[in-house]
């Protein structure tokens, strides 16, 4: 839009490295934040704005739309791996995906197998790719679909992964639509008194879009629905796209062990996945 071609740009050609960015306007939606709190943005000046853009522009979104988003506090999902408790987040989220592959990678001694041989490797992606089948078969918003958690999560159906690993089976994985996106980031915190945050913030990849006067780029995470009607995470109003994020809380004797998580896409899986199994079965530091 134009109003991101006169930040992100002078005289018609993208800024370039070392060049200076100003932007008055993002500096006044924070200052209207700071001053007026969340409000400012779901019922305020800030939101009153974009709704203003957005029906102007044939956009869907309304002000009530805004007005009556609700934070959702969910209880965590939680696994086991090797003796360790695995705190997860719960559907639509990449949290039961991890724990199921953990589940299916226990069965196997991985430390003795040896850090990235051939075998490990080989183990490692049959079950991320079985892990990945159950996502695209089962995995939407729990408001609008039936997930079979418990089922999803058990160690009964990964040991039946396992059989068809060691079968020599291989699986066809649904290609993902996010690959290795900027615009997640995430934080692992602990703090001098024990207590432990991890949190993944993401806007997928951003639209190009700024409102003028807001000086914010709009994400276009409608790309991570299905925009095939009819399957778990199809696209329907209100309703929450799957996630590759999942931040994550290991513990060990029912204290904290490992604060873990990453951005990355539909990189994040395998990423975090790696990091728990170098620190447990490899015995290396974070």
């Given at each position: 839009t134009s109003a991101a071609a006169a930040i992100y740009t002078k005289e018609g050609k993208p800024l370039v490295d070392g060049e200076l960015l100003v932007n008055h306007d993002y500096a006044d939606s924070l200052e209207l934040i700071a001053t007026d709190g969340p409000l400012a943005y779901y019922s305020g000046t800030i939101g009153k704005r974009l709704v203003e853009d957005w029906s102007d522009n044939g956009g869907l979104v309304t002000e009530d739309d805004l007005a009556t988003y609700q934070v959702e506090i969910q209880n965590p999902l939680r696994g086991t791996y090797r003796g360790f408790t695995v705190s997860d987040t719960p559907p639509p989220s990449g949290g039961i995906t991890l724990i199921e592959v953990l589940n299916i990678l226990e069965g196997y001694d991985l430390s003795s197998m040896g850090h990235?041989?051939?075998?490990?490797?080989?183990?490692?992606?049959?079950?991320?790719?079985?892990?990945?089948?159950?996502?695209?078969?089962?995995?939407?918003?729990?408001?609008?679909?039936?997930?079979?958690?418990?089922?999803?999560?058990?160690?009964?159906?990964?040991?039946?992964?396992?059989?068809?690993?060691?079968?020599?089976?291989?699986?066809?994985?649904?290609?993902?639509?996010?690959?290795?996106?900027?615009?997640?980031?995430?934080?692992?915190?602990?703090?001098?008194?024990?207590?432990?945050?991890?949190?993944?913030?993401?806007?997928?990849?951003?639209?190009?879009?700024?409102?003028?006067?807001?000086?914010?780029?709009?994400?276009?995470?409608?790309?991570?629905?299905?925009?095939?009607?009819?399957?778990?995470?199809?696209?329907?109003?209100?309703?929450?796209?799957?996630?590759?994020?999942?931040?994550?809380?290991?513990?060990?004797?029912?204290?904290?062990?490992?604060?873990?998580?990453?951005?990355?896409?539909?990189?994040?899986?395998?990423?975090?996945?790696?990091?728990?199994?170098?620190?447990?079965?490899?015995?290396?530091?974070?």
């Open positions: 990235n041989t051939s075998e490990y490797i080989h183990v490692l992606s049959q079950a991320l790719k079985a892990g990945f089948v159950d996502r695209a078969k089962y995995l939407g918003d729990p408001e609008f679909i039936d997930i079979p958690v418990d089922m999803l999560i058990s160690k009964e159906h990964a040991a039946n992964w396992r059989t068809l690993i060691d079968r020599g089976e291989d699986f066809n994985v649904a290609s993902t639509h996010s690959t290795n996106d900027s615009g997640t980031t995430h934080l692992s915190i602990v703090d001098n008194t024990g207590n432990c945050v991890s949190l993944t913030h993401t806007n997928g990849l951003c639209s190009g879009v700024v409102t003028p006067g807001l000086g914010f780029l709009q994400n276009n995470y409608m790309l991570a629905f299905d925009p095939m009607p009819g399957n778990p995470n199809s696209i329907a109003p209100g309703k929450k796209r799957t996630t590759a994020a999942l931040p994550c809380m290991i513990f060990r004797g029912g204290r904290p062990f490992m604060v873990v998580g990453a951005p990355g896409g539909s990189y994040i899986m395998s990423s975090v996945l790696q990091t728990i199994l170098n620190v447990i079965d490899h015995g290396m530091t974070a």
